[in-house]
Structure formats: structure tokens, C-alpha cells
């Protein structure tokens, strides 16, 4: 399995950005793809999820409301629409894939990660 990552960027609190993550390798069916993000100094967060078939979605409570998670099966892309963007939201954007039907918060459940696209929120 193998995941990219791309779309990061510098956009002011407020605005909006949308990342993707092509994913290949195998088909994804039974996958469970999820985006989390690591900012300077802390811990990787969940940010949100969803699973491959069925396309039901799963947000971490600091985004909820804000992004959306989407996925494109005939182009294999995981895309995360990002709104009414915080400075809070600055950090590394990494896409991952999980082998299951569970979605899992943890970034320990996730065998296959892209790479990190950084993106960053200015007042």
C-alpha cells in the first residue's frame, strides 16, 4: 500500500483548503482511511475517517462541523475539506490506511501512512 499526500499550504484563519491522498497498491475495500495531524512538539491527532465501502465518516471533536472527509473510488483519492480554518489547525497532515471495517481513533491502528503535507493557519 502506498499513500501521498499533497494539497497543504499557508491560508489565513478563516479560509478553506482541501487535501488529498492517492492511494494504490491494492483495492480498498475493506480498508478504513483516515487523515490525522502532528503539530510542533505534541502528539498525532485523529482528525477524521472513513470507511472505504460503505463511505460512513467518523471526525474528531476539534474539527467536527469544520471538515469533511470524502473518498473517490474510480480515482482511489481520500480527499479532507478543510473550512473555517484556525490557527490551532496548524500541523503535518498525514493520510493512513487500516486494514479493518473499525474505524479507530488511535494512529497505532494504522499499518500504511503517506508521507505529511504541512499546513499552516496565519492570523
Known amino acids: 500500500v502506498q499513500l501521498q499526500a499533497f494539497g497543504g499550504g499557508l491560508v489565513q484563519a478563516g479560509g478553506s483548503l482541501r487535501l488529498s491522498c492517492v492511494a494504490s497498491?491494492?483495492?480498498?475495500?475493506?480498508?478504513?482511511m483516515g487523515w490525522f495531524r502532528q503539530a510542533p512538539g505534541k502528539g498525532r491527532e485523529f482528525v477524521a475517517a472513513?470507511?472505504?465501502?460503505?463511505?460512513?465518516?467518523y471526525y474528531g471533536d476539534s474539527v467536527k462541523g469544520r471538515f469533511t472527509i470524502s473518498r473517490d473510488n474510480a480515482k482511489n483519492m481520500v480527499y479532507l475539506q478543510m473550512n473555517s480554518l484556525k490557527m490551532e489547525d496548524t500541523a503535518i497532515y498525514y493520510c493512513?490506511?487500516?486494514?479493518?471495517?473499525?474505524?479507530?481513533?488511535?494512529?497505532?491502528?494504522?499499518?500504511?501512512w503517506g508521507q505529511g503535507t504541512q499546513v499552516t493557519v496565519s492570523s
Open positions: 493512513a490506511a487500516r486494514s479493518s471495517l473499525v474505524i479507530h481513533m488511535s494512529h497505532t491502528q494504522y499499518s500504511y
Open positions: 472513513i470507511r472505504w465501502s460503505a463511505g460512513s465518516t
Open positions: 497498491g491494492r483495492t480498498f475495500n475493506n480498508y478504513v
